[in-house]
């Protein structure tokens, strides 16, 4: 019903218009079809009579427009104002036309004076407002187990009071192993359900059978209705087995192996056959089931799984015997188990409270865990007695109650020493022969503050190059804390005490989380060669502990600077000079000497000289190394009397860099020379004096270091044993501009170190890059382990030794196209 009227408001508010109005006969009879659906509401327009007619509107009430049919005037009514045919109340079509394919309604209109007679016919449609029914919503059929495959059950069909393809169009079973549906088409009488049986049924294994049939229509969605099957199986057996004893009764001890024989049962059955054969089964819980175990030909109940005393001491089984008939008869018999008790029963432990984590400060004393023992046995064999190893530093304090202990602690606890105990019980009991128990538990030591942070190194030294990139991170610092989580959770800071030795901290930053340190600027290895900062790790302990480390940071040269040319200076800070030579002078005659100085070291500020333009390449030569521009013959009459030299002093860097200088040689005759050179004394007296004044404090300043580090290092050396003596003697046969060559002699070993401005005392710190000299010491019974940090002059970077190369003497592949800066230090003297 509900459906139905959901249906009714569906279908409300519209109009199924006209489909076909065809005039059937003309004169004083004519004839309109109309079709509406069913269900609509009342006062739904059907049609317009009089238009589709062609009658004249003015005159249908004058002349009595009406209906006269008297089966269907109650459904419509005709507007005598308008001809229009209206629905007068809510046509159920089954109701009105019950199971006809089409339901046509006919009406009989009339108008008077004169009389005319019309017809019209209005055709009901169907809508989907029913659903599929049965007679019966339980129906039970009773089947014999005997039953074969294939016999066919007819079934009562649905009913749908709806037509066509709204009606009954299929059926469907639920899913089950012993039935299957078929489905007849009987035409008018619609579909009828047939159940086949498609595998033999078992009262033994199922005794009915519940389905479900359900009907379906063609409406979309489909409606449906359902029928319950009930398919009884009938037996046919009518003797039951009989036991020959009235009670079954037997002793067990517990822990009997399995497969031993409890006892044996007997059932007998009157009836011959299958139906006189008799099986046996137990008729009790899962768990049950589980312990014993029943031939189901012979009777006889085995032991299956473990028997316990102390879980149970008795056991109560009913044991079923049934025939094999079709309908199979079963008579129920109990069987009483005693158990007998023996000692079986290990202690058990139970850890009643524990603390899985402890500090590793608590105290000696400290309760990790309360500990209760039990054993099911009685007497002796439950007297339980519990200790645990010795290697840990735990112990087990008996409690007030019995059995109840509680496990301490009984001496300090270090976590970074161990942090974990797996801490072993052992329990056992007194029996002949005794039986016993382990638990272990696991003690974990929790972290408290305790461990400052440590540095993989200290002191740490770095070397970084000059003219580093801002903002680049230069070297790290690590530490490390034997803590764990925010304990050992480090934050890195440098150490600034605003002291003016520290003022080069104000331009590093370091990354507090991984200690990456950055050089906010960039450094000069001319006016900054060394500094030295602490940094402080910290953990984020409470309270937090920290510790620092010293950072010793030597900055290497790299060839930023371009020789300056220090003589010839003009008046106008130019490099260029004039110089006059008689004219008589011989070959070789010394005319200027070009001086220049590089601010970098090694290669970058090793000076070579050359000649980029001369007048006559026949007349004047330039010493590379020294500047010395000499005459190469001597002057002849054709010879000019003004020469232009063009001096280019480059220094030996990867990227060379260099200036020129330029000398206006001038010839003139002896007597001319002489005042020539009286007056320019006097001239550059006055004009070039500061320029000599600076000149002079450089040269001396160089050459006092220059002692200075030789009478050091002698010193030094003479202070060793006269086999071992290593001296620095200054290389005869070597010239070139502000730059040394020295020789270090150690037994019958010489090495040759060549650089500008090489002092003794300068520079490094022993351990770099894996450049060390081993050198026997006789005063010692070992070996004293000098080393030496080896530079490239061309890149200033720490440099390895060619493999082809030793120190025992110059390579001639690749050796002589480098210089070396070494500076020596003894263990004695560190």
């Given at each position: 019903m509900?459906?139905?009227?959901?249906?009714?408001?569906?279908?409300?508010?519209?109009?199924?218009?006209?489909v076909?109005?065809?005039?059937?006969?003309?004169?004083?009879s004519?004839?309109?079809?109309y079709?509406?659906?069913?269900?609509?509401?009342?006062?739904?327009?059907?049609?317009?009579?009089?238009?589709?007619?062609?009658?004249?509107?003015?005159?249908?009430?004058?002349?009595?427009?009406?209906?006269?049919?008297?089966?269907?005037?109650?459904l419509?009514?005709?507007?005598?104002?308008?001809?229009?045919?209206?629905?007068s109340?809510k046509?159920?079509?089954?109701?009105?036309?019950?199971?006809?394919?089409?339901?046509?309604?006919?009406?009989?209109?009339?108008?008077?004076?004169?009389?005319?007679?019309?017809?019209?016919?209005?055709?009901?449609?169907?809508?989907?407002?029913?659903?599929?029914?049965?007679?019966?919503?339980?129906?039970?059929?009773?089947?014999?187990?005997?039953?074969?495959?294939?016999?066919r059950?007819?079934?009562?069909?649905?009913?749908?009071?709806?037509?066509?393809?709204?009606?009954?169009?299929?059926?469907?079973?639920?899913?089950n192993?012993?039935?299957?549906?078929?489905v007849k088409?009987?035409?008018?009488?619609?579909?009828?359900?047939?159940?086949?049986?498609?595998?033999?049924v078992?009262?033994?294994?199922?005794?009915?059978?519940?389905?479900?049939?359900?009907?379906?229509?063609?409406?979309?969605?489909?409606?449906?209705?359902?029928?319950?099957?009930?398919?009884?199986?009938?037996d046919?057996n009518?003797?039951?087995?009989?036991?020959?004893?009235?009670?079954?009764?037997?002793?067990?001890?517990?822990?009997?192996?399995?497969?031993?024989?409890?006892i044996?049962?007997?059932?007998?059955?009157?009836?011959?056959?299958?139906?006189?054969?008799?099986?046996?089964?137990?008729?009790?819980?899962?768990?049950?089931?589980?312990?014993?175990?029943?031939?189901?030909?012979?009777?006889?109940?085995?032991v299956?799984?473990?028997?316990?005393?102390?879980?149970?001491?008795?056991?109560?089984?009913?044991?079923?015997?049934?025939?094999k008939?079709?309908a199979?008869?079963?008579?129920?018999?109990s069987?009483?188990?005693?158990?007998v008790?023996?000692?079986?029963?290990?202690?058990?432990?139970?850890?009643?409270s524990?603390?899985?984590?402890?500090?590793?400060d608590?105290?000696?004393?400290?309760?990790?865990?309360?500990?209760?023992?039990?054993?099911?046995?009685?007497?002796l064999?439950g007297?339980?007695?519990?200790?645990?190893?010795?290697?840990?530093?735990?112990?087990?304090?008996?409690s007030?109650?019995?059995?109840?202990?509680?496990?301490?602690?009984?001496?300090?606890?270090?976590r970074?020493?161990?942090?974990?105990?797996?801490?072993?019980?052992?329990?056992?009991?007194?029996?002949?022969?005794?039986?016993?128990?382990?638990?272990?538990?696991?003690?974990?030591?929790?972290?408290?503050?305790?461990?400052?942070?440590?540095?993989?190194?200290?002191?740490?030294?770095?070397?970084?190059?000059?003219?580093?990139?801002?903002?680049?991170?230069?070297?790290?610092?690590?530490?490390?804390?034997?803590?764990?989580?925010?304990?050992?959770?480090?934050?890195?800071?440098?150490?600034r005490?605003?002291?003016?030795?520290?003022?080069?901290t104000?331009?590093?930053n370091?990354?507090?989380?991984?200690?990456d340190?950055?050089?906010?600027?960039?450094?000069?290895?001319?006016?900054?060669?060394?500094?030295?900062?602490?940094?402080?790790?910290?953990?984020?302990?409470?309270?937090?502990?920290?510790?620092?480390?010293?950072v010793?940071?030597?900055?290497?040269?790299?060839?930023?600077?371009?020789?300056?040319?220090?003589?010839?200076?003009?008046?106008?800070?130019?490099?260029?000079?004039?110089?006059?030579?008689p004219?008589?002078v011989n070959?070789?005659?010394?005319?200027?000497?070009?001086?220049?100085?590089?601010?970098?070291?090694?290669?970058?500020?090793?000076?070579?000289?050359?000649?980029?333009?001369?007048?006559?390449?026949?007349?004047?030569?330039?010493?590379?190394?020294?500047?010395?521009?000499?005459?190469?013959?001597?002057?002849?009459?054709?010879?000019?009397?003004?020469?232009?030299?063009?001096?280019?002093?480059?220094?030996?860097?990867?990227?060379?860099?260099?200036?020129?200088?330029?000398?206006?040689?001038?010839?003139?005759?002896?007597?001319?020379?002489?005042?020539?050179?009286?007056?320019?004394?006097?001239?550059?007296?006055?004009?070039?004096?500061?320029?000599?004044?600076?000149?002079?404090i450089?040269?001396?300043?160089?050459?006092?270091?220059?002692?200075?580090?030789?009478?050091?290092?002698?010193?030094?050396?003479?202070?060793?044993s006269t086999?071992?003596?290593s001296?620095?003697?200054?290389?005869?046969?070597?010239?070139?501009?502000?730059?040394?060559?020295?020789?270090?002699?150690?037994?019958?070993?010489?090495?040759?170190?060549?650089?500008?401005?090489?002092?003794?005392?300068?520079?490094?710190?022993?351990?770099?890059?894996?450049?060390?000299?081993?050198?026997?010491?006789?005063?010692?019974?070992?070996?004293?382990?000098?080393?030496?940090?080896?530079?490239?002059?061309?890149?200033?970077e720490?440099?390895q030794?060619?493999?082809?190369?030793?120190w025992?003497?110059?390579?001639?592949?690749?050796?002589?196209?480098?210089?070396?800066?070494?500076e020596?230090?003894?263990?004695t003297?560190?």
């Open positions: 509900e459906q139905r009227r959901s249906e009714e408001r569906m279908a409300r508010g519209y109009l199924v218009g006209c076909v109005a065809v005039l059937l006969c003309s004169g004083a004519a004839q309109s079809r079709s509406i659906s069913e269900e609509v509401n009342e006062g739904t327009v059907v049609g317009n009579i009089a238009k589709d007619l062609g009658l004249d509107k003015s005159t249908l009430r004058d002349r009595k427009y009406r209906i006269v049919s008297s089966n269907a005037d109650h419509f009514h005709v507007n005598q104002n308008d001809g229009v045919l209206y629905v109340r046509i159920d079509r089954e109701e009105v036309c019950a199971q006809s394919s089409t339901c046509l309604i006919n009406l009989k209109t009339v108008l008077e004076n004169p009389l005319e007679v019309h017809y019209v016919d209005v055709e009901v449609l169907d809508i989907n407002d029913h659903s599929p029914s049965f007679p019966e919503k339980v129906t039970t059929l009773e089947m014999s187990e005997s039953v074969t495959p294939g016999a059950i007819q079934l009562n069909a649905a009913r749908d009071p709806d037509s066509g393809h709204f009606s009954v169009q299929h059926y469907k079973l639920s899913d192993d012993h039935f299957r549906l078929e088409d009987k035409g008018e009488d619609g579909k009828i359900p047939i159940l086949i049986v498609k595998k033999a078992d009262r033994e294994t199922t005794g009915s059978h519940s389905l479900v049939l359900t009907a379906l229509d063609g409406g979309k969605p489909p409606k449906s209705g359902e029928i319950k099957i009930l398919v009884n199986v009938l046919i009518d003797n039951a087995p009989v036991f020959s004893k009235d009670v079954y009764f037997v002793m067990l001890d517990e822990n009997a192996p399995t497969g031993t024989t409890v044996q049962v007997n059932a007998t059955d009157l009836d011959e056959g299958s139906n006189g054969e008799v099986v046996y089964s137990f008729t009790i819980n899962q768990r049950l089931l589980k312990l014993f175990d029943i031939n189901p030909l012979t009777g006889e109940i085995i299956k799984g473990l028997i316990d005393y102390e879980e149970r001491d008795k056991y109560e089984i009913e044991i079923r015997a049934s025939d008939g079709l199979p008869l079963a008579t129920e018999k069987v009483m188990i005693k158990i008790d023996i000692n079986d029963n290990a202690p058990v432990i139970e850890v009643t524990f603390s899985n984590s402890i500090p590793e608590s105290r000696p004393g400290t309760t990790v865990a309360l500990i209760s023992v039990n054993d099911l046995d009685s007497g064999n007297k339980v007695i519990c200790s645990i190893g010795e290697n840990v530093p735990f112990a087990l304090s008996p007030l109650r019995d059995n109840m202990y509680s496990l301490v602690t009984k001496s300090p606890l270090d970074e020493s161990q942090s974990k105990y797996d801490v072993t019980i052992i329990a056992k009991d007194a029996g002949q022969p005794s039986l016993s128990s382990e638990k272990t538990i696991s003690v974990v030591v929790s972290d408290v503050n305790d461990n400052s942070p440590e540095f993989s190194l200290s002191p740490y030294t770095f070397y970084v190059t000059e003219a580093n990139e801002p903002g680049a991170s230069v070297f790290s610092v690590r530490a490390f804390d034997r803590d764990e989580t925010d304990n050992a959770l480090i934050s890195y800071h440098i150490l005490d605003g002291s003016k030795d520290n003022k080069v104000s331009f590093l370091i990354n507090t989380e991984n200690g340190i950055l050089a906010l600027k960039s450094f000069d290895f001319e006016s900054l060669k060394t500094f030295q900062f602490q940094v402080v790790a910290s953990d984020s302990g409470t309270p937090s502990l920290s510790s620092n480390v010293t010793n940071v030597f900055i290497l040269d790299q060839n930023d600077n371009a020789p300056v040319i220090l003589y010839p200076v003009s008046s106008n800070g130019s490099a260029e000079g004039v110089e006059e030579v004219r008589n070959a070789g005659h010394l005319v200027t000497k070009v001086r220049a100085y590089d601010a970098d070291i090694g290669y970058n500020g090793w000076l070579l000289f050359s000649l980029q333009e001369v007048t006559d390449h026949s007349l004047f030569g330039l010493d590379r190394y020294t500047g010395q521009i000499r005459t190469l013959r001597s002057f002849t009459e054709t010879d000019e009397a003004e020469h232009k030299l063009v001096i280019l002093v480059k220094d030996n860097g990867n990227v060379s860099l260099s200036a020129t200088a330029t000398v206006m040689v001038k010839v003139v005759e002896p007597k001319e020379a002489f005042a020539a050179a009286d007056v320019k004394s006097a001239t550059k007296d006055e004009k070039d004096n500061n320029v000599t004044f600076y000149l002079m450089t040269l001396g300043s160089v050459s006092t270091l220059f002692l200075i580090s030789i009478i050091v290092l002698i010193a030094m050396q003479c202070s060793k086999d071992n003596t001296k620095y003697i200054q290389e005869p046969n070597y010239d070139g501009t502000l730059c040394h060559s020295i020789q270090y002699r150690s037994g019958e070993k010489r090495y040759m170190l060549v650089g500008p401005r090489m002092s003794i005392g300068s520079t490094i710190v022993p351990g770099s890059h894996a450049n060390t000299l081993m050198l026997p010491d006789r005063r010692t019974s070992g070996e004293v382990r000098q080393n030496a940090l080896l530079q490239n002059m061309f890149t200033g720490p440099f030794l060619p493999p082809e190369c030793t025992t003497d110059i390579c001639p592949k690749r050796c002589h196209k480098m210089m070396i800066t070494v020596f230090k003894t263990k003297e560190t």
